[in-house]
């Protein structure tokens, strides 16, 4: 073998010497190309780079291409001085070096002599000439300047291209998205993005997301998103790698104190709120004061420098809770009037109905009317029971938070560097509504804890073409979802929890959710060795990493009962029957308090960027990622899906995911030459595969049910009807059986999820200091989470159907989690950006793109009404391939900060009442357009085809052109009209006039749009696909107005004070969230596929500074 291919095979033979690895650098690097006034390359120029800020200096020279490159060094402003024999030496100023990427810079030097310099002011909006991920930083001056209305950076993210705010009040996601803020980026889950603070692990264990906001203002120098094909230094990722870098001291003294004020007096009244009243007497009152202050500077210039800062938030007043439907006075009289014991139960979980007088009635007309039945007192069309949207009125809340943090850097000589960071916070929310599953009172819980992050790392260089990182953190956070003593004290909080599953009514009862929390103790070693050498720079490093946790578990010792409509009626029909109807079920479970997992989050990465020519860098990588599951410190971890049916306390230990290996390729191509060249144009591209980690709720869940938990579901099915449901939560056996219900199994085989991310696109440098890029990005989901069903009802015959047993009936419900999804995305990627310069800062991204799968999580989402797949049997979650509830095809956002220059006078007077109102004056603002999200029509509530679920069936199509408002239903599901006619199953009839006045009208498939029929399997191919209707967009409009006043008589540098408004959703517009798609409500009221009733209760928030910045 040559030696010229020696060369590029050997960093391979590097990385299976290695270890294993995974570090994350928040330090910088700076390369690029020397070139002289010809376009000929430079060689063995020497180059001095030096920190404008802390005077951190660094020495190296260029290759034989002319290719320099300077690694591992703090984000900063540097000065670049470069010389050669025979060329004038050149002084660049202003190069702003960010975190975790590449800085490019090319120098051009002109002939002359070398004791002469010329000074040369750095771009700010470079194009990135070295590799072919796609990245966004978010500096300095965006971070101070941008509304940011969470005080989390992390808000920030969804300004940048593919990536995507999802607006929790519109779509409620919760968990369901991982913790705090959901951000979805390039169609992964947006639980599958990866939080760093300073390079550390900042993710939820439990759900994902992030597991705690950093919110001191001002306290970071920066924000770096890769939403593409990032190197294989930065860990696992289906989605973002989002790298928080906090400030650090430099040789001068800077800092802020700041009051940050909120309150209801300042917010205007939502539209719906107004919709129900004309008065303010709902708005919630309350008063938030958040202020501190954060400062730095050196202890020893050039040598020593700290920065650290906090916050202080009190809150004081009351808070809002989201609309729930509940009957109206006109059906809670009609309940009234209906009595019973049945009544009386369903009375105490209302609050015995005190919501009639102390909650906001949003809707007039009845969102629905529910046919209760033939009960005593009743016509013999049964008696109807309206519902209306009520807002619960202000609740008062407290949520104290502390805050702070400090870092500190230490440079003791130019090949030595240290730092560390340590940060804490606490906090307490109560109560949080959330929690209240059904919204009344009485019900309520609360959340908080405390949370430590430290950090420390070593650089050393050995030499200008070697060095050595090192980084060790520590990570301690614990927070507890608990019931208030007041809700434990509620005479009906241990009775077992009501749902209807065919309307809208919330599952009452106290939620059996609680308590729940986690403890994580995470410590990691990293350690990284950079190594240019001639064309090459590489980059291997090793990660061990160990995550001690402590898991509390909720059971549900009360029990639910999960009511169904069927042909004896609706689902409340059939409660004040106390019957479930058929495929209602009735579940208990008991089982352990407390879990804990130790697991290895670990990895080994080589990643070599290859200069094979001044305008073409490959970058090669490869990643290994050592990911253990947390589900093996249950008792029984896994199913064994070969042979899902023997015995329920066999032990299957989780197989770690041995395979995860990731390659990387990129290519970045800049020409030289023409109207292209000159370093403003670069073609780049990349592939990737990446892994996400299981979070621990989903051994959470296993943990709820069998075998490590006694855990028991009784189904009622048309040959075994199960009546006196009220007393049915005792009969489940509190010992493990065969027919125990395994409801959240896990497959002893599961893997980690895979993405294959892949873009190719350009970037171009335009006048005016504007870049403009576009990119083809797409994406390839495999094995994602899925929930999967063993042993559902068997309905593959009629006979089968009528039996109502089993696939297998000695067993009870098996469902287990399994890597039974996939997804596609594909996109076009526009961004137009102007760094700061001259008073003006934009970026404008836009994106349009498709978003496909057959499982977009493993929980349900607002999509659609149940994880699981409309087919049930083995390889049925192809029928499901549809858009994903998170497909959002368009998105367009604008963020921008602009201050003019104002008018000056020649007269001191005049000049100064120019200053006052003309200058020193910044707008900003953020703007975000997005198209609505897909959902599901659905019959929530009828098991169709007799498989055991009331959640996943869906109509067939009649007549596609008929109003969608119209359907028919098979008789078997009804009961007598009014005058006593019975139906004729087999036979549609008209559902709206049903509904309606107990009608029985008969209508053809070709008269009505949607079919709901009855039978087995063979109606499953036949239905609508997934996600066939589409939402409502939504908006955001955020806008800021500062004025500076400077402050030199402080005699201290840049002093001003600051006041500053911040207004978020300008114009007080209220959204439309998911509206409903349950056919069975056709008729029933004014639900269906009406927006006004889901309108989002968001309004028009006004909050001010003060400030004080040196």
């Given at each position: 073998m040559?030696?010229?291919?020696?060369r590029?095979?050997?960093p391979?033979?590097?990385?299976f010497?290695?270890?294993?690895?995974q570090a994350?650098t928040s330090?910088?690097t700076l390369?690029?190309?020397?070139?002289?006034?010809t376009?000929?390359?430079l060689?063995h120029?020497?180059i001095?780079i030096?920190?404008?800020?802390?005077?951190?200096?660094r020495?190296?020279?260029?290759?034989?291409e002319?290719a320099?490159?300077?690694?591992?060094?703090?984000?900063?402003?540097y000065?670049?001085?470069?010389?050669?024999?025979?060329?004038?030496?050149?002084d660049i100023?202003?190069?702003?070096?960010l975190p975790?990427v590449?800085?490019s810079?090319?120098?051009?030097?002109?002939?002359?002599?070398?004791?002469?310099?010329?000074n040369?002011e750095?771009?700010?909006?470079g194009?990135?000439?070295?590799?072919g991920?796609l990245s966004?930083t978010?500096?300095?001056?965006?971070l101070?300047k941008?509304?940011?209305?969470?005080?989390?950076?992390?808000?920030?993210?969804a300004?940048?291209?593919?990536?995507?705010f999802?607006?929790?009040?519109?779509l409620?996601?919760g968990?369901?998205?991982?913790q705090?803020l959901?951000v979805?980026?390039?169609?992964a889950r947006p639980?599958?993005n990866?939080?760093?603070?300073?390079?550390?692990e900042?993710?939820?264990i439990?759900?994902?997301?992030?597991a705690?906001?950093p919110?001191i203002?001002?306290m970071?120098?920066?924000?770096?998103i890769?939403t593409n094909?990032?190197?294989?230094e930065?860990g696992?990722?289906?989605?973002?790698?989002v790298?928080?870098?906090?400030?650090?001291?430099s040789n001068?003294?800077?800092?802020?104190?700041?009051e940050?004020?909120s309150?209801?007096?300042?917010?205007?009244?939502?539209?719906?709120?107004r919709?129900?009243?004309t008065s303010?007497a709902?708005?919630?009152?309350?008063?938030q004061h958040?202020?501190?202050?954060?400062?730095?500077?050196p202890?020893w210039?050039?040598?020593?420098?700290a920065?650290?800062?906090t916050?202080?938030?009190?809150?004081y007043?009351?808070?809002?809770?989201?609309?729930?439907?509940?009957p109206?006075a006109a059906?809670?009289?009609?309940l009234?009037?209906?009595?019973?014991?049945?009544?009386?139960?369903?009375?105490?979980?209302?609050?015995s109905?005190?919501?009639?007088?102390?909650y906001?009635?949003?809707?007039?007309?009845?969102?629905?009317s529910?046919?209760?039945?033939?009960?005593s007192g009743?016509?013999?069309g049964g008696c109807?029971?309206?519902t209306?949207?009520?807002?619960?009125?202000?609740?008062s809340q407290q949520?104290?938070?502390?805050?702070?943090?400090?870092?500190?850097d230490?440079?003791?000589?130019?090949?030595?560097?240290?730092?560390f960071?340590?940060?804490?916070?606490?906090?307490?929310?109560?109560?949080d509504?959330g929690?209240n599953?059904?919204?009344l009172p009485?019900f309520d819980?609360?959340?908080?804890?405390p949370t430590?992050?430290?950090?420390g790392?070593w650089?050393h260089?050995?030499?200008p073409?070697?060095?050595n990182?090192f980084?060790?953190?520590?990570?301690?956070?614990?927070?507890?979802f608990?019931?208030?003593?007041?809700?434990?004290?509620n005479?009906?909080?241990n009775v077992?929890n009501?749902?209807?599953t065919?309307?809208g009514?919330?599952?009452?009862?106290?939620?059996?959710?609680?308590?729940?929390?986690?403890?994580?103790?995470?410590?990691?070693?990293?350690?990284t060795v950079?190594?240019?050498?001639?064309?090459?720079?590489?980059?291997?490093?090793v990660d061990?990493g160990?995550?001690l946790?402590t898991l509390?578990?909720?059971?549900?010792p009360?029990?639910?009962?999960?009511?169904?409509?069927?042909?004896?009626?609706?689902a409340l029909a059939?409660?004040?029957?106390?019957?479930?109807?058929?495929?209602g079920?009735?579940?208990?479970?008991?089982?352990?308090?407390?879990?804990d997992?130790?697991?290895?989050?670990s990895?080994?990465?080589?990643?070599?960027?290859?200069?094979?020519?001044?305008?073409l860098?490959?970058n090669?990588?490869?990643?290994?990622?050592y990911?253990t599951?947390?589900a093996?410190?249950l008792?029984?971890?896994?199913?064994?899906?070969?042979?899902?049916?023997?015995?329920?306390?066999?032990?299957?230990?989780?197989r770690?995911?041995n395979?995860?290996w990731g390659p990387r390729?990129?290519?970045?191509?800049?020409?030289?030459?023409?109207?292209?060249g000159?370093?403003?144009?670069?073609?780049h591209g990349?592939?990737g595969?990446?892994?996400?980690?299981?979070?621990?709720?989903?051994?959470?869940n296993?943990a709820?049910?069998?075998?490590?938990?006694?855990?028991?579901?009784?189904?009622s099915?048309?040959?075994?009807?199960?009546?006196?449901?009220t007393?049915?939560?005792?009969?489940?056996?509190?010992?493990l059986?065969?027919?125990s219900?395994?409801?959240?199994g896990i497959?002893?085989?599961?893997?980690n999820p895979s993405t294959?991310?892949i873009?190719?696109?350009i970037?171009?440098t335009?006048?005016g200091s504007?870049?403009?890029?576009?990119?083809?990005?797409?994406?390839?989901g495999r094995?994602l989470?899925?929930n999967?069903?063993?042993?559902?009802?068997?309905?593959?015959?009629?006979?089968?159907?009528a039996?109502g047993?089993?696939?297998n009936?000695s067993?009870?419900?098996?469902?287990?989690?399994?890597?039974s999804a996939?997804?596609e995305?594909?996109s076009?990627q526009t961004?137009?950006?102007?760094q700061f310069?001259?008073g003006?800062?934009?970026r404008a991204?836009?994106t349009?793109?498709?978003?496909?799968?057959?499982?977009?999580e493993?929980?349900?989402?607002?999509?659609?009404?149940?994880s699981?797949?409309?087919?049930?049997?083995?390889?049925g979650?192809?029928?499901?391939w549809?858009?994903?509830?998170?497909?959002?095809?368009?998105?367009?956002?604008?963020?921008y900060?602009?201050?003019?220059?104002?008018?000056h006078?020649?007269?001191?007077a005049s000049?100064l009442l120019?200053g006052a109102?003309?200058?020193n004056?910044?707008i900003?603002g953020?703007?975000q357009?997005?198209?609505?999200?897909?959902?599901?029509?659905?019959l929530?509530?009828?098991?169709?085809?007799?498989?055991?679920?009331?959640?996943?069936?869906?109509?067939?199509?009649?007549?596609?052109?008929?109003p969608?408002?119209t359907?028919?239903?098979?008789?078997?599901?009804?009961?007598?009209?009014?005058n006593?006619?019975n139906?004729?199953p087999?036979t549609y009839?008209?559902?709206?006039?049903?509904?309606?006045?107990?009608?029985?009208?008969v209508?053809t498939?070709?008269?009505?749009?949607?079919?709901?029929?009855?039978?087995?399997a063979e109606?499953t191919?036949l239905?609508i696909?997934?996600?066939?209707?589409?939402?409502?967009g939504t908006?955001?409009?955020?806008?800021?107005?500062?004025?500076?006043?400077?402050?030199?008589w402080?005699h201290?540098e840049?002093?001003?004070f600051?006041?500053?408004a911040?207004v978020?959703n300008?114009?007080n517009?209220?959204?439309?969230?998911?509206?409903d798609?349950?056919?069975?409500?056709?008729g029933?009221g004014?639900s269906?596929?009406?927006a006004q009733?889901v309108?989002?209760n968001t309004n028009?928030?006004?909050?001010?500074?003060?400030?004080?910045?040196?």
């Open positions: 040559s030696s010229k291919y020696f590029y095979l050997a391979a033979a590097l990385v010497a290695s270890g294993i690895i994350q330090k910088g390369a690029g190309t020397v070139r002289d006034s376009g000929a390359v060689a120029a020497k001095s030096v920190s404008q800020l802390t005077g951190e200096e020495n190296t020279s260029s290759n034989a002319g320099y490159r300077v690694e591992a060094i703090n984000p900063s402003i000065g670049i001085h470069i010389e050669a024999p025979g060329f004038s030496a050149v100023k202003d190069v702003n070096v975790s590449v800085t810079y090319d120098a051009t030097l002109t002939t002359g002599q070398v004791t002469t310099s010329v040369v750095a771009s700010t909006n194009v990135n000439l070295d590799d991920h966004s978010i500096g300095s001056t965006e101070a941008l509304p940011i209305f969470s005080l989390n950076p992390v808000e920030l993210v300004t940048v291209p593919g990536a995507q999802i607006n929790d009040n519109s409620s996601l968990g369901v998205g991982g705090y959901h979805e980026v390039n169609g639980r599958a990866n939080f760093l603070l300073d390079g550390q900042i993710n939820d439990g759900l994902g997301g992030q705690f906001q919110q203002p001002d970071f120098q920066s924000e770096v890769f094909n990032a190197p294989a930065y696992r990722a289906g989605g973002a790698v790298n928080l870098i906090t400030k650090a001291g001068r003294f800077h800092g802020s104190a700041f940050l004020y309150g209801s007096g300042l917010n205007s009244v939502d539209g719906i709120t919709k129900g009243s303010r709902n708005k919630a009152r309350f008063d958040q202020y501190g202050f954060t400062a730095g500077g202890l210039k050039d040598k020593l420098f920065f650290g800062g916050m202080f938030t009190r809150f007043g009351n808070a809002t809770s989201t609309q729930i439907e509940l109206d059906g809670y009289a009609t009234n009037a209906i009595g019973g014991p049945q009544v009386a139960l369903l009375q105490s979980l209302l609050a109905g005190s919501y009639l007088t102390n906001q009635q949003i809707t007039t007309a009845p969102v629905e529910i046919n209760a039945g033939a009960q009743c016509p013999v109807i029971v309206t209306a949207n009520f807002l619960r009125p202000p609740v949520s104290p938070d502390t805050q702070w943090f400090y870092r500190i230490f440079t003791p000589r130019e090949k030595d560097t240290f730092g960071r340590y940060l804490h916070d606490r906090n307490n929310f109560n109560p509504l929690l599953t059904s919204g009485g819980g609360q959340v908080g804890g430590e992050l430290a950090s790392n650089t260089v050995f030499s073409s070697l060095l990182e980084r060790v953190s520590e990570t301690r956070i614990s927070f507890t608990t019931a208030l003593p007041s809700a434990l004290a005479p009906v909080a077992e009501i749902n209807f065919d309307n009514l919330p599952v009452l009862g106290l939620s059996q959710n609680i308590p729940q929390g986690n403890k994580e103790d995470a410590y990691q070693f990293q350690d950079g190594w240019t050498k001639g064309k090459q720079s590489l980059r291997i490093g061990v160990r995550s946790d509390l578990v909720a059971q549900q009360n029990g639910q009962l999960n009511f169904a409509a069927d042909t004896n009626g609706t059939n409660f004040l029957n106390n019957d479930l109807g058929v495929s079920t009735a579940v208990r479970s008991f089982g352990p308090t407390r879990i997992p130790h697991v290895w989050r990895a080994f990465f080589a990643q070599d960027d290859i200069k094979l020519f001044p305008s860098t490959i090669l990588g490869l990643r290994y990622d990911l599951d947390p093996n410190a008792p029984f971890p896994g199913v064994d899906l070969a042979n899902p049916y023997g015995s329920i306390t066999t032990f299957n230990k989780i770690t995911d395979a995860n390729f990129g290519f970045a191509y800049s020409p030289s030459t023409g109207w292209l000159g370093g403003k144009t670069v073609f990349g592939f595969i990446y892994y996400d980690t299981s979070f621990t709720n989903i051994a959470i296993s709820q049910t069998a075998p490590n938990a006694v855990s028991g579901t009784l189904t099915t048309t040959a075994n009807p199960l009546g006196n449901a007393s049915l939560i005792p009969t489940i056996p509190p010992h059986s065969q027919h219900t395994v409801g959240s497959d002893k085989n599961i893997k294959y991310q873009n190719l696109g970037e171009r335009l006048p504007l870049k403009l890029a576009i990119n083809y990005v797409g994406s390839r094995k989470y899925a999967q069903q063993l042993n559902y009802l068997d309905n593959s015959t009629p006979d089968a159907v039996l047993q089993r696939l009936p067993r009870g419900i098996i469902n287990v989690r399994t890597n996939a997804s995305y594909d076009i961004d137009v950006s102007r310069k001259h003006l800062f934009f991204a836009y349009y793109g498709a978003n496909l799968d057959d499982g977009s493993i929980f349900t989402t607002f999509a659609n009404s149940t699981y797949s409309a087919n049930l049997a083995p390889g979650r192809r029928q499901d549809a858009r994903s509830a998170f497909d959002f095809p368009q998105y367009f956002s604008v963020s900060a602009w201050s003019p220059a104002g008018f006078a020649e007269n001191h000049n120019l109102v003309t200058r004056f910044t900003s953020v703007t357009l997005q198209s609505g999200p897909p959902s599901t029509f659905n929530l509530g009828l098991d169709t085809n007799n498989d055991g679920s009331t959640a996943n069936d869906r109509p067939l199509v009649g007549n596609p052109h008929a969608v408002t359907a028919g239903i098979d008789g078997f599901y009804l009961g007598p009209d009014n006593g006619n139906p004729v087999g009839y008209d559902i709206a006039a049903n509904n309606q006045s107990n009608a029985l009208n209508v498939p070709d008269q009505v749009h949607w079919l709901i029929p009855n039978g087995g109606i191919p239905e696909g997934r996600d066939s209707f589409r939402n409502a908006t955001n409009w955020n806008f800021a107005v500062e004025k500076d006043i400077p402050s030199p402080t201290l840049s002093a001003a600051q006041i500053r911040e978020q300008v114009f517009h209220n959204d439309v969230g998911i509206v798609t349950n056919l069975l409500h056709i029933s004014d269906f596929l009406n009733n309108r989002v028009r928030n006004l909050r001010f500074w003060a400030k004080f910045v040196f």
